[in-house]
């Protein structure tokens, strides 16, 4: 059949197939597989997934089968009460909670866990990034490393970006620059950034990094006097140059452990959230209206004090919120009217994890696929 269809006919009968069935096209013959594998196919078909109305949310928690802890991720489309939804068979079943999600972009899922791991739920692959590089080898083991990943548009690749912090003798303190150093999927190797990093500490806790507009963003802070004064730390990843946006008082004076940078609506956000009195539960979203003008930062939205729910996951276009139930479940809150809607999709408390995601072909020829064997145990 593919003889008779012209190289642009199937390219463009392609472009409008999903990962897994253009997985089963590439098996049906050499050339079929050629058009698919090829890179330039391989970004139009992503770049074409980003711009389409089909919006997807990814949507991961943990459970306890008995005692141990269980991972789920499932692929929600973006609907009013996310009922329409496919489970995902999670490649690392044994990992009994040690994974973590750095972060999610353009169709991979960044986990740090023993390994540093890229996944690509869509076709079921994996790359493993290598631990070591010249800087370990030279330096030896950090004390702490705080990590980033993002998509480099201009050189069209999937990159981590690694702070690594020696203690060098004295205790950790910000007041040392960090060794920075770039893995690129593209080349498979890490690499050392020559631009420092300002000194300063990032939120250790939950490794919580956002990337938007070219760029990963990091909680970071430095101590002044008994307290803290917060900021964002920005690292470009295509011009591989740091920099600071600020924030407004009220986000900079509180605990660099109550703030979560995050990406709402496309836009650069912070998430201040945490515990008052009688064990109730605030939180407040904020979102930088003009990337790049600090005083575009504007309260959009709040919650609370209430002993029902806990973490924000995400924002709604009309301003209502996808959160975590202190029961360990996500729901929907309308701060508006105060009415909160349980959507039956339960987890651990403190487990979840929401992001946007978009269907690609990331990996297609880099990596390793799932082994069947991998997926029975997960079943």
């Known amino acids: 059949m593919s003889g008779y269809l012209p190289h642009e006919v199937l390219f463009n009968i392609f472009l409008n197939l999903p990962p897994k069935t253009l997985i089963l096209c590439s098996c049906v013959s050499k050339s079929w597989r050629s058009v698919v594998a090829n890179p330039i196919f391989i970004s139009t078909h992503r770049n074409q997934s980003l ?5 997807l949310l990814i949507l991961g928690r943990y459970y306890y089968n008995r005692t ?128 420092k990093a300002p000194r300063c500490e990032i939120v250790r806790s939950g490794w919580t990094q956002a990337f938007v507009n070219g760029a990963v963003h990091w909680i970071a802070y430095r101590e002044i006097g008994t307290g803290y004064r917060c900021f964002i730390l920005r690292f470009d990843i295509v011009k591989e140059c740091f920099s600071i946006i600020t924030l407004p008082d009220c986000l900079a004076n509180s605990s660099p452990y109550d703030l979560k940078v995050t990406v709402l609506g496309g836009a650069l956000s912070i998430t201040l959230c945490g515990w008052y009195c009688f064990e109730t539960y605030m939180s407040s979203v904020w979102v930088l209206k003009k990337y790049d003008i600090p005083e575009s930062w504007t309260k959009l939205i709040s919650s609370g004090p209430s002993q029902e729910l806990g973490m924000v996951l995400g924002l709604r276009e009309n301003g209502e919120m996808l959160m975590e139930s202190k029961s360990g479940e996500v729901v929907l809150y309308n701060p508006y009217i105060r009415l909160m809607k349980n959507l039956g999709i339960y987890g651990a408390e403190g487990t979840f994890y929401l992001d946007s995601y978009v269907e690609s072909l990331a990996l297609l020829n880099e990596g390793k696929g799932i082994s069947e064997k991998v997926a029975e145990v997960y079943d």
């Open 51 to 55: 711009t389409c109305n089909r919006k």
């Open 68 to 195: 141990e802890p269980k991972v789920r991720y499932s692929l929600h489309f973006d609907t009013d009460t996310l009922d329409l939804y496919q489970e995902l068979k999670f490649p690392f079943p044994n990992s009994n909670g040690d994974l973590k999600i750095v972060g999610v972009s353009n169709g991979l899922v960044c986990f740090l866990g023993l390994d540093l791991l890229l996944w690509n739920p869509s076709i079921q692959r994996v790359v493993d990034v290598p631990r070591t590089s010249d800087t370990v080898t030279t330096y030896g083991v950090p004390d702490f490393y705080a990590l980033g990943f993002g998509f480099d548009s201009c050189a069209d690749d999937h990159k981590v970006v690694r702070l690594l912090y020696f203690a060098d003798k004295v205790p950790f303190s910000y007041k040392r620059s960090p060794k920075v150093e770039l893995y690129e999927v593209g080349t498979g190797s890490w690499r050392a950034i020559n631009n």
